[in-house]
Every structure is written in structure tokens, then in C-alpha cells.
């Protein structure tokens, strides 16, 4: 077997590490060891924060529709109850976007739960 | 991909004042309402990463209510750091030489534990009288209990 030369091979490798790593902080965006093992963390948590974005998205949309709604002198959970009876099939994010972009059409999505809602009017806002 | 989800820009947030009246409110429940409007959770448009809170007054902090026997029985220590230097003081003492400091260490332990937090910390004011000096801004009253 022909003996195997790596030269222009691991010159290669080290730059593709390196062009992954680029402006990580100090050594590891310099250093072929230190930068392979923050770029393989680097993905291994965007990986993950791909998925746990959606989870966060949502939680964020709930908090800003809570606020809207605690404004209005309901609250989240009277809130999307009622919608669910009244048939709205808005979704939390269009939900939340409508309170931030359009807070009339919130007032009246509000009025539109209020009126199915089973539950007695919330007597305060707590 | 268009984003969909606004989101707070920094600088961009117009930040309101409210003045509230601590005479005879809980001291828990007056923390937790504050620390909302500190974090911007009041707001449609909270944003996790920015501060969209507003500032908030307190005024008459020594009439603030500690209910129970808290005033007598509940204790702010902090230890010094030299041998037997452990300070202990009850919540009523606390209240009556330090008036400002019940509600605000109250509000900073609701508050997120990081650099935003100490951010949002500095947009409460507190003060043992029924005056304060932020006439200027013209605060609103606001609702707690």
C-alpha cells in the first residue's frame, strides 16, 4: 500500500474548523483543537434550541396575550376558554401579535369570550 | 423567513412612570405587583431579552403593612464578615430606620437574577415620606393590593 500524505489534507480540515469558528472568543477562534470542540458544542446546542424555540415562542406568546388580557381586566386562562366556546380559532401567536399591532380587534376578541365564557366576570383583575 | 413575532428594540420602548401608595398594602403583594410592571410583563409587547418596563414610585414606605406578627417575629440578618459580626434586626425595626430598604430588597428578589434584572432594580424609587422628587414625569397612579 502506498504510504498516504496529509499536507494539503489537514490544511484543509484545520480552515474548515477555523471558518465554523469564526469569531468565537479568544483561543477558539484560532486554535484547531479549542475551535473543533466549541464548534461541535456550537451545534449540539443549536440542535437542541431549534426545537426548544418553539416551547419558548409559545410560553412568549402567553405572556404578552396574559398581559393584554390583565389590561382588559380578564385573564388568560377565562380569556382563551372563552374563545374556545365562542368557535375563535386564532392561534397564541396571531393572538398575541393582535394585542401588540391592533389593540381594538383585541377588545372585541375579548367582548367575543366574555360573552361565551361560562365563568362569572372576573370581579378584579387578580 | 419573515418574522412574525415582534419583538422590543432596545431604546425604542417608551417608558411610563407610576406612583403607588404603600400605606397599609402587604408588603409581598406591593412587591409582586411592582416587580410586573418593572419587568414589562404589564405590556403586550414584553420582550424577554430587553427591558420593557416602566419606572415605579413608592411613596409612605414606612406605612407599608407586614401582617401577622412579622413585625415583630420575622428577621433581616446579614453576616459582616468578622467573627460574631451577624447583624440581626426584626422586619418592624427594619421598617422604621430603613424604611426604603424592606421594599426594595422585597422587589429585587422577584426580579430576574441577572444584568437586566439590576437594570430593571434601578427604575424603582422609593420613599419613606408621602412626597418624592418625580413630579417632572408626571406619573400615574397605579392600582395594587
Known amino acids: ?126 | 423567513m419573515r418574522r412574525q413575532t415582534t419583538f422590543a428594540k432596545a431604546g425604542e420602548v417608551e417608558k411610563k412612570w407610576h406612583v403607588v401608595d404603600a400605606t397599609d398594602v402587604p408588603l409581598g403583594r406591593l412587591a409582586s405587583d411592582i416587580a410586573v410592571v418593572l419587568m414589562g410583563k404589564h405590556r403586550p409587547e414584553y420582550t424577554p431579552h430587553v427591558d420593557t418596563g416602566d419606572f415605579v414610585i413608592v411613596t409612605n414606605a414606612s406605612k407599608v403593612a407586614l401582617t401577622g406578627r412579622k413585625a415583630e417575629q420575622r428577621l433581616k440578618m446579614h453576616y459582616t464578615g468578622y467573627p460574631g459580626g451577624l447583624k440581626v434586626r426584626t422586619f418592624g425595626e427594619v421598617r422604621e430606620k430603613h424604611p426604603e430598604r424592606l421594599i426594595e430588597d422585597a422587589v429585587r428578589r422577584m426580579l430576574p437574577k441577572n444584568r437586566l434584572g439590576r437594570v430593571m432594580l434601578k427604575k424603582l424609587k422609593v420613599y419613606a415620606g408621602e412626597d418624592h422628587p418625580h413630579q417632572a414625569q408626571q406619573p400615574t397612579p397605579m392600582q395594587v393590593g
Open chain 1, 1 to 126: 500500500m502506498p504510504r498516504v500524505r496529509k499536507g494539503a489534507a489537514r490544511t484543509r480540515a484545520r480552515k474548515r474548523i477555523l471558518r465554523d469558528a469564526r469569531g468565537y472568543f479568544g483561543v477558539k477562534s484560532r486554535h484547531k483543537y479549542q475551535a473543533r470542540n466549541a464548534v461541535i458544542r456550537a451545534n449540539v446546542f443549536a440542535y437542541r434550541d431549534r426545537r426548544t424555540r418553539k416551547r419558548d415562542m409559545r410560553a412568549l406568546w402567553i405572556t404578552r396575550i396574559t398581559a393584554a388580557c390583565r389590561m382588559r381586566g380578564t385573564r388568560y386562562s377565562r380569556f382563551m376558554n372563552g374563545l374556545k366556546l365562542a368557535g375563535v380559532n386564532l392561534n397564541r401567536k396571531m393572538l398575541s401579535q393582535l394585542a401588540i399591532e391592533d389593540p381594538a380587534i383585541f377588545d372585541e376578541l375579548v367582548q367575543i369570550s366574555n360573552e361565551h365564557s361560562r365563568a362569572t366576570p372576573a370581579a378584579s383583575s387578580n
